[in-house]
């Protein structure tokens, strides 16, 4: 639900009856203390799960006769009232609703009268906060999985777009290989689809329904708690209620693999920022991506990347906040719990946000293959190739990286690239050296002749990018990257 939908707020405490859990309370609470201990100005957001598990519930408890099923269509009718009246925004939350369970059952009490006070039946805050949290995961797993793959999309289409572009691979920053633009886009393709299969494997844990388990020890009444899963289209059931109150597992995973999908976005944003540079002047920022100085007229910053570098910091914060948490709290339920949420929302709001911009960030950039051409016409940059036809032809590799380690030495030595020497002094450095090696020394040649699975050669390429297709087609099919490399590995057939 989309935050101007989440409920007002009325920052004044309210005059309404005392807690529904005041029974046993002589005093009320402070106003410091509901304001301290206040989870609604953040969970409110919940509003939608917890109403959804609320008619699950009562659903139940009509199928095992603890409401009629007068009660029931009362009760299931005022839930979708609310959650109408929420997405108008013609409702009110204050500090004294404490959380969204009880602002959702206050509201119902004013809609149906005192019939409200059965909704509670079985249940506690406990189960039913975990409930809404597993509903939560579940629907922003989704919306991950939607925006990754149009990330996805976009590294393919440009991939296909640039499939002869040859640049300067680098490790250490330094130039090492010649390879193509459409290999390197794929790298950043397969590093989101492990993010996707990542996300779908956490999903089927967050899909355990603990409805039903009560503050820690279950229910006297004959609950259905594989019914409620089932109508909230959860595929399991906690099979112990301690545990069910208490785990958050699946939220520190999506929460881990969130901050992964931004390790990944960082990564690629520092080589567009890198690229940007009149340094490397590989790209152009389209002008609706980038930003100005307020001083300096001719600058044209990489704002949206850098903030994609940026922002990675904060996830991976709400990725340790949430372990410190959790790492020394005893079973069952505590109230440190209630921690998890804004580490969880900030951490979906920031890593969707980026994979929202990220896409059409990419389709507006300008590649400037003649410059990465030009950086990438370097001859020393196919010294490996050198070593490899020695190799080819019986020579150790050891012995052929010496042998081409003191050649380049001698051209450095020399002022001379590689591609100025002379067939006698190739030959000079090694005897298994021929004339015709010379022609090995571009980056076309070099590229051309790396066709082996995964590697920069046209063909390798064009088997990637098929491959790039068939796992995105396949995924629609509710299989992973991982069953796709599985399959092709059995195969042997690419």
């Not at 029931?72 to 839930?79: D, M």
């Not at 976009?154 to 300067?168: G, I, K, N, T, Y």
């Not at 005897?431 to 040649?445: G, T």
Request: proline share 4%; with cysteine; hydrophobic share 45%.
């Amino acid at each position: 639900m989309d935050k101007e939908h989440e409920g007002s707020f009325d920052s004044g405490v309210s005059d309404a009856p005392g807690k529904l859990w005041g029974g046993r309370f002589a005093k009320r609470t402070a106003e410091v203390v509901e304001r301290y201990t206040a989870s609604i100005p953040f969970d409110v957001r919940l509003v939608s799960q917890d109403i959804r598990g609320s008619i699950a519930h009562v659903r139940m408890l009509a199928r095992i006769g603890l409401l009629t099923e007068e009660e029931s269509c009362l009760l299931e009718e005022g839930l979708r009232e609310i959650e109408g009246a929420v997405r108008k925004g013609e409702v009110r939350w204050t500090y004294a609703d404490e959380d969204v369970h009880m602002w959702v059952e206050r509201l119902l009490h004013e809609r149906v009268g005192p019939v409200a006070g059965k909704l509670h039946t079985g249940r506690s805050r406990n189960d039913q906060v975990a409930t809404d949290l597993h509903l939560y995961v579940h629907d922003e797993v989704r919306r991950a999985h939607d925006m990754l793959t149009n990330v996805r999309h976009a590294l393919l289409e440009l991939a296909d777009a640039h499939r002869d572009v040859v640049l300067p691979g680098y490790t250490h920053l330094q130039r090492a290989q010649p390879v193509t633009l459409a290999q390197h886009l794929l790298a950043y393709f397969w590093m989101f689809s492990r993010d996707v299969e990542r996300l779908a494997d956490l999903d089927r844990r967050a899909s355990w329904s603990p409805l039903g388990a009560g503050a820690l020890a279950g229910s006297r009444f004959p609950i259905d708690r594989f019914f409620t899963a089932a109508e909230l289209g959860l595929s399991a059931v906690y099979p112990n209620s301690l545990d069910a109150v208490s785990d958050r597992d699946f939220v520190l995973e999506f929460v881990f693999a969130l901050s992964l999908v931004a390790v990944h976005l960082s990564r690629l944003a520092e080589e567009l920022i890198l690229w940007s540079s009149q340094e490397f002047a590989f790209v152009e920022l389209d002008d609706a991506f980038a930003t100005g100085s307020s001083m300096m007229p001719q600058k044209k910053n990489p704002d949206v990347p850098e903030l994609l570098r940026g922002k990675t910091g904060r996830v991976v914060g709400d990725l340790v906040a949430l372990l410190t948490v959790l790492k020394g709290l005893p079973l069952a339920y505590n109230k440190d719990l209630q921690e998890d949420k804004e580490a969880l929302f900030d951490a979906v709001d920031t890593v969707l946000a980026g994979l929202e911009v990220t896409a059409p960030l990419l389709r507006s950039i300008t590649f400037r293959a003649g410059v990465m051409r030009q950086a990438a016409d370097d001859p020393f940059l196919c010294a490996t190739d050198l070593a490899e036809v020695l190799a080819l032809r019986g020579v150790p590799f050891r012995e052929a990286h010496e042998a081409v380690g003191r050649l380049v030495a001698y051209a450095l030595a020399s002022g001379k690239s590689l591609r100025d020497l002379t067939p006698e002094e190739l030959l000079r450095h090694h005897p298994k050296f021929r004339p015709e090696d010379l022609e090995l020394l571009s980056p076309e040649a070099s590229v051309a002749g790396r066709k082996l699975f995964g590697g920069p050669a046209e063909e390798a390429v064009a088997e990637q990018i098929a491959l790039a297709h068939r796992t995105l087609e396949e995924e629609s099919r509710g299989r992973t990257v991982s069953d796709v490399l599985r399959d092709l590995a059995g195969s042997g057939d690419r």
